[in-house]
C-alpha cells in the first residue's frame, strides 16, 4: 500500500483518467470568477496553474508555469493554502517542499500516464539490478518514485543537471523514453533508460508534422523531448514548455508549429496575438489527441469548490515526505543557475 494518503482517492490507468471527482451542484446564479478571488483572499491561498491547464483557469491563476518555475513557487509562497491547477504529481510535489501548507487539487483524479507507467515496487527492482548507477526521475512521477531517486529534473533543467553528473557515473533514466534519449543524444551521456511515454506527446505523428510542414513551409517547428524522436527531428526546436514559449516570443516567423500540449498556446496567443499556432494534432499511438486528459478534469467550477470546501486535499506520511525532499532538493540546488521567469499570468488582486 502507498505511504501516501490522498483524500479522496484515485487512480489513473495509462490510457487516460479514472471517472473524476464527484462534487455537489454548484448553484449557477453564483459569478464563479468573483467567489474564486474572494475565497481566495479569505483562505490566503495560491493558485498555480500549468501551462498544460484550460486558459480560463489559467488567467485566474497568481502564477502560471512549467513544472520547474512551479516547484520553486510552491517552495517560496507564503500562503497558508497552495491550490495546485495540474496533475497528481505537481501537487505532491508542493506538499514535499511545503509540509505546513494545506494543498488543494481540484480533482485528484488529475494524474499522469508516466506517473502510472512507473510504479514503485518495479523501479525499486530497477534500482537494485543497477546499484551502481545514478538514479535521475524525471518529476512526472510519484512521491514513491522520487523518494528512491538520487535526482529528480524537470525539462528545463534535465540537460544543465545531467551534465553536471561525474562522467564516469552510469545513469539510470525514469519514466520517460524519449526525453532519456533526447538528453542522452545532447548530452553524449550512454543512459538506462525506463520505458515509459506521455500518452499526449507519444501521439504525435510524424506524417502529421510532415503534412503541416508542407502545408506551411516556412512555419518554424518547436516541439516537448517528450515527443517521439522522429517528431523531434523535424523540429526546429526542442525544450519545455517554458522554452517553448520562449521561443516563439524571440523568433520573427509568423507561424508556428507546435508540439506539446495545446494549452500552452493559450499563453503564447496572449503574449504574441500577431502569431498563428498550430497545434500538431495526435493521431497515432493509445492517445489521438493533443490535450492531456488529465489535465482537463480540472475545471473553474472544481477550483471554485475546492476553495469553498478546502478539499481534495493531499496529505503525504512523514517519512515519505522526507525521503522524498532529498532528491527535490537536489534539483533546486543543482538548477540554481538557471534563471527564473517573469511570472506570466496576470496580477491578481489579493
Known amino acids: ?109 488529475a494524474g499522469c500516464s508516466l506517473e502510472d507507467s512507473c510504479k514503485p515496487g518495479p523501479f525499486k527492482a530497477f534500482r537494485d539490478a543497477h546499484p551502481d548507477h545514478v538514479a535521475v526521475s524525471y518529476i512526472n512521477c510519484s512521491a514513491e518514485v522520487k523518494a528512491l531517486s538520487d ?97 516563439v516570443l524571440k523568433t520573427e516567423a509568423e507561424t508556428y508549429i507546435i508540439g506539446t500540449d495545446a494549452g500552452l498556446i493559450h499563453q503564447m496567443q496572449k503574449q504574441a496575438p500577431h502569431k498563428r499556432f498550430i497545434p500538431i494534432a495526435g493521431t497515432e499511438g493509445p492517445c489521438a489527441c493533443n490535450a492531456c486528459p488529465f489535465m482537463a478534469l480540472n475545471t473553474v467550477e472544481k477550483l471554485y469548490l475546492a476553495l469553498r470546501d478546502m478539499t481534495p486535499h493531499l496529505e503525504l506520511a512523514e517519512p515519505l515526505r522526507q525521503a522524498a525532499a532529498l532528491p527535490l532538493e537536489r534539483m533546486l540546488a543543482m538548477s540554481a543557475s538557471i534563471p527564473a521567469p517573469a511570472e506570466s499570468a496576470p496580477a491578481t488582486v489579493r
Open 151 to 247: 535526482i529528480i529534473v524537470t525539462s528545463s533543467n534535465a540537460e544543465a543537471i545531467i551534465r553536471q553528473i561525474p562522467a564516469g557515473k552510469q545513469i539510470l533514466f525514469a519514466p520517460d523514453r524519449n526525453l532519456g534519449a533526447y538528453l542522452a543524444k545532447v548530452t553524449g551521456r550512454d543512459m538506462t533508460l525506463w520505458p515509459g511515454t506521455c500518452i499526449v506527446h507519444e501521439s504525435f505523428a510524424e506524417r502529421e508534422l510532415a503534412k503541416l510542414k508542407a502545408r506551411h513551409p516556412k512555419a518554424l517547428v518547436a516541439s516537448h523531448p517528450e515527443s517521439a524522436p522522429a517528431v523531434l527531428a523535424g523540429s526546429d526546436h526542442v525544450g519545455s514548455t517554458r522554452s517553448i514559449l520562449e521561443y
Open 1 to 109: 500500500m502507498s505511504d501516501s494518503l490522498l483524500v479522496p482517492s484515485a487512480s489513473p490507468t495509462a490510457r487516460g483518467p479514472s471517472q473524476p471527482t464527484v462534487r455537489a451542484p454548484v448553484d449557477p446564479r453564483l459569478d464563479l470568477v468573483a467567489e474564486i478571488h474572494r475565497l481566495r483572499r479569505e483562505r490566503n491561498a495560491v493558485i498555480l496553474a500549468h501551462y498544460y491547464q484550460a486558459g480560463e483557469i489559467q488567467d485566474l491563476a497568481d502564477f502560471v508555469g512549467d513544472s520547474l518555475d512551479l516547484s520553486r513557487k510552491a517552495a517560496s509562497t507564503d500562503a497558508d493554502v497552495i491550490v495546485f491547477c495540474g496533475v497528481k504529481f505537481m501537487a505532491e510535489v508542493a506538499k514535499i517542499l511545503s509540509p505546513s501548507k494545506t494543498v488543494l487539487l481540484p480533482d485528484m483524479a
